[in-house]
């Protein structure tokens, strides 16, 4: 017994190793141009439907697209209510591996014979440079998911021996939802529905369990791969709580349906056994898996913006929040960290900008108190969301992207201090001079909401460079002259009051320069856009 148990464990074990590392491995080795390929085709439901269901079958994981794909949602890269058709295709593309597994891991015994090729993968992520090292981790995990199906089909035979799992009930409702609370539970467990997946498969192709308790057990592995991606966004925004929710409700809506028709889905197996030569056992069932699934897709595709309403409603959005690009998840992944790192710095610009244009005209109340606050929170959160990335010396670009950040963060803290100590006296003064200042001022800002947001002139940094030029000799003029003149308002106090708060809007002015410096430095590289 205990033999049976190592070899069932060590099998599970050298699956999961292997399915991560060919998952890992091709994702590396895929690189941007994975990430480039699921951000073009999302523009439309099918079409995202379409980028989530091969997105898996390329990375053999539908929890590395989904764990993803929420990191490009927190990032704004992907609108939710394309991530929904990501998130239904990729649960049917997971159903690609049950098909492999049945079509041949199980009848060909491979174990042995990919021995080679978890030393080659090794040799490759030893010696090998570049992507070639990613490619020798899925090469190697590659071989030692065969290794590992050949562990659990001898476990599996050794426990058929000992335990009569058929004998238990597997008939009714009742012993259909116990068989899929456990496919759950697998799932849990192992964190990999694939994993879960693969292991019924190969109890009901050594016969511990019948097809009617494999169908259920598949059904619960459906609803438990959701789990992942739940406590990924634990912590996490909006968005990619929204992300998980739909792939929840989605998986488990199929699953309810599978289970409340399961005699009619083993019914239409039968036919196919005896009219379409469907071979009954491993392939019945993975063909049960992505016929409920596809059933699923039917359902959803059709409603999927009312689902999107749905989803929207039960997880409503936070008002002002400007940290809700950064996520958690998102770190595994720099290049979609940094660019949502990047949408929040931006976003918390817009908003110190439309305060330093209010103050030229207003003095500081408690919305604009509340904006500031709210802000240097958002700034915050995006320092320790930055410094939470690891090493990126090995990518000059993302480590320039990372700089570029962190100073663009060190301007914005001070011109957010800055605009919390600002003197009234800016937008009380009425001297012409100074109305010309506060003019340009406000023009040199309404540059920066246009610059940003792409509405401006290409050349438009260095129009804004020329606006801050002319501002500060502007300035310089209306201090001299407050400096020099005896029949100002107030006396001379009011006037070096005046010029202190003068100087103050010139340092801002500078800070507001350098920041959109660095954003723009921050920027990464344009991405193709989806395509609508």
Not at 3 to 30: E, K, P, Q, T
Not at 508 to 513: I, K, W, Y
Request: hydrophobic share 50%; proline share 3%; net charge neutral.
């Amino acid at each position: 017994m205990v033999d049976v148990v190592f070899r069932l464990l060590g099998g599970i074990g050298l699956f999961l190793l292997g399915m991560a590392l060919l998952s890992d491995g091709l994702v590396g080795f895929a690189g941007a141009a994975l990430r480039r390929y699921l951000l073009r085709f999302t523009g439309t439901p099918w079409r995202a439907f379409t980028s989530g269901a091969m997105t898996t079958i390329l990375i053999q994981s539908s929890t590395a697209t989904t764990v993803t794909l929420i990191g490009f949602v927190s990032a704004g890269l992907i609108a939710f209510s394309q991530a929904i058709g990501v998130v239904i295709g990729a649960s049917l593309g997971t159903t690609a591996t049950g098909w492999f597994v049945a079509s041949l891991g199980l009848k060909v015994n491979l174990g042995y014979y990919t021995l080679p090729l978890i030393g080659l993968g090794a040799f490759l992520r030893v010696l090998g440079r570049g992507r070639w090292r990613h490619m020798g981790l899925a090469c190697a995990g590659f071989g030692m998911l065969f290794l590992g199906l050949s562990g659990m089909q001898e476990g599996m035979q050794g426990l058929a021996d000992d335990f009569d799992f058929k004998s238990l009930p597997s008939s009714g409702v009742g012993a259909h939802v116990l068989a899929m609370l456990v496919g759950v539970l697998l799932t849990t467990l192992l964190q990999s529905s694939t994993a879960a997946v693969a292991t019924t498969l190969t109890a009901l192709h050594a016969g511990t369990v019948g097809m009617e308790q494999a169908a259920a057990i598949v059904v619960g592995a459906a609803i438990g791969t959701t789990l992942t991606g739940a406590l990924v966004t634990i912590g996490g925004t909006v968005a990619a709580k929204r992300t998980a929710l739909a792939h929840i409700l989605f998986n488990l809506g199929s699953g309810l349906v599978a289970i409340l028709l399961l005699p009619v889905f083993l019914g239409l197996l039968d036919w196919l056994h005896e009219h379409a030569g469907l071979e009954a056992g491993a392939m019945s069932l993975a063909v049960f898996h992505t016929l409920f699934i596809a059933v699923g897709v039917a359902l959803f595709m059709p409603v999927v913006g009312r689902f999107e309403k749905l989803v929207a409603r039960l997880l409503p959005e936070q008002k002002q929040d400007m940290g809700r690009h950064l996520d958690v998840s998102s770190l595994g992944v720099p290049s979609v960290a940094l660019e949502a790192s990047q949408r929040s710095l931006e976003s918390i610009t817009h908003q110190l900008v439309e305060v330093q244009r209010s103050l030229l005209s207003r003095p500081m109340d408690e919305t604009l108190k509340q904006i500031l606050l709210r802000a240097h929170e958002g700034l915050n959160e995006a320092l320790q969301f930055i410094a939470r990335l690891p090493p990126l010396e090995h990518d000059p670009v993302l480590h320039r992207q990372r700089v570029a950040q962190l100073h663009a963060i060190d301007h914005l803290l001070r011109l957010c201090g800055r605009l919390q100590n600002e003197s009234d006296l800016v937008h009380q003064g009425s001297e012409d001079d100074l109305a010309k200042v506060k003019e340009q001022m406000a023009q040199m800002l309404s540059l920066v909401h246009d610059g940003l947001d792409g509405r401006a002139d290409p050349d438009w940094q260095d129009a804004l460079q020329r606006k801050g030029a002319t501002l500060s000799v502007a300035v310089q003029s209306v201090r001299a002259r407050l400096l020099e003149s005896d029949g100002i308002d107030g006396g001379l106090a009011r006037a070096l009051q005046l010029t202190d708060a003068l100087r103050s809007l010139e340092r801002a002015s500078t800070h507001v320069l350098r920041v959109c410096h660095y954003l723009l430095e921050g920027r990464q590289a344009p991405v193709d856009v989806p395509v609508v």
